[in-house]
């Protein structure tokens, strides 16, 4: 029998209030004080796997080890626990159905109607039962998309009352997060949304047991009081959540509301020490007083939803509180870009990003974004389809392949110097088929990037189709651009350097799935570093 408590985390009156910072948050201060802890989330869509999603829906998608497309709240749990996830930790409610539908077909139900109660509901709490059992957790918190109300949130809650019936108050704890809303022209915040979203839950038969409201304005003990004897719960169990400048306050903030406490409280779990927090507060200290700064433009067609590349950001924001240097990020639509408005728009810009990406649209921005600082020795780093596109401008501008091109944008081109992988070619479905997930990487002796790893034999995370067309290799290395990283099996070129550049870096894989606040990623830390000495020879020039 497991003795793995199980916290819900689900969400009531609007979504975007941050659940999986909760979680994340909650879970952190768990396992800040020894508890081996993990965080699950339930998405209430019907795709298998937001791997078919276009990011402007859901943001970013965010890929683990063993390769799994999931939500990018994982991404949330693994930078903030460095634990990784799998698979396991994101379902969807079309996998669930899914599973169902299969052991229909295979006769599990023989002579059995199928319905939602009890076999939907049974499904999901197989789900969350064996990732608690698999790794012999003391939590499992599990996190609910959507917004209690929501059709498709039903069966969850469901599984969650029945989840607290069979296994008892103790072993199941229910946090709902909640929105009080601060009205200006009364002066007022205002806590009937959040009663009403209580009652939501209690008419599907779920009493809430700990209550985290999100507000703009601080709650007083008087509104505390009355969320409590309104929703029914202790005062201790009402807890505020105020808006913060950053993310990473708020496994504090949660600390100083005692969330971690009345949670132990609840479950009956020995509180033995305080949270060793001593990491996480330097990390904050760094991040909140840098001594230096840098410009980084992210090049991207999906750069007016921040959430489309969240990982990219947040290792940003891990590698400038390593490097104590505040690094300000200016999202560059490479659709804007010209070649007559390129040197204007990259004015001041110290490094670029260039990200990835699927499809035509803005490709020929990013070109000429990476043409203007290759010519002008900025920093540049690639990530998987930015780094395809530094090999087509190589091919197009160096070598004289005049109409060069990936053949994922131009099957035709006469250069295909970014090509279909072999594998990929007989595939035609488009769930879960890309090359995913963690692959070897064997780095040349020599290279920057093997001085950036300080190892030869690393593992990144992958999510594509495409690939460097080794058939092209020697005439890019000829003149300066060398395969600094591959595939110990299959030579599949995974890191490109320009080498007569001061630091131009294109990776086939992601490295920001796997910088972490304890473990920033060294070719982010690496970047903002010439991205520094690039804005300190730029002033120098200046007084020049
Ligand atoms: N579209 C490119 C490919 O499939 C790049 C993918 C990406 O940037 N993740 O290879």
Redesign the pocket.
Known sequence: MSHTKYIFVTGGVTSSLGKGIISASLAKLLQARGFAVTIQKFDPYINIDPGTLNPYEHGECYVTNDGAETDLDLGHYERFLNVPTSQANNITTGRIYQAVIEKERRGDYLGETVQVIPHITDEIKYRIKLLANESELDFLITEIGGTVGDIESLPYIEAIRQMKWELGETNCVVVHLTLVPYLAAAGELKTKPTQHSVKNMLELGVQPDILVCRTEKPLNEGLKNKIALFCNVSPRSVIESIDTDTIYNVPLLMQQELLDLVVLEKTKMPVNTEPDLVRWEKFLYRLKNPMSEVNIGLVGKYVELKDSYKSILESFVHAGSDLQCKVNIKMIHSESITNENVADILKGINGIVVA????ERGIEGKITAIRYVRENNIPFLG????M?CAVVEFARNVLGFTDAH?T?MNPRTKYPVIDIMEAQKKISCKGGT?RLGAYPCRINPGTKVSAIYDSLDITERH?????FNNKYLMDFEKAGVIAAGMNPKDNLVEIIENINHPWFVGVQF?PEYRSTVHSPHPLFKAFVNAARENMLKAAENEKE
């Open positions: 990835p990406g699927f499809g990530i998987c389809l930015g395809q990936s994922e890309m999510r594509h189709r495409y690939e992601h």
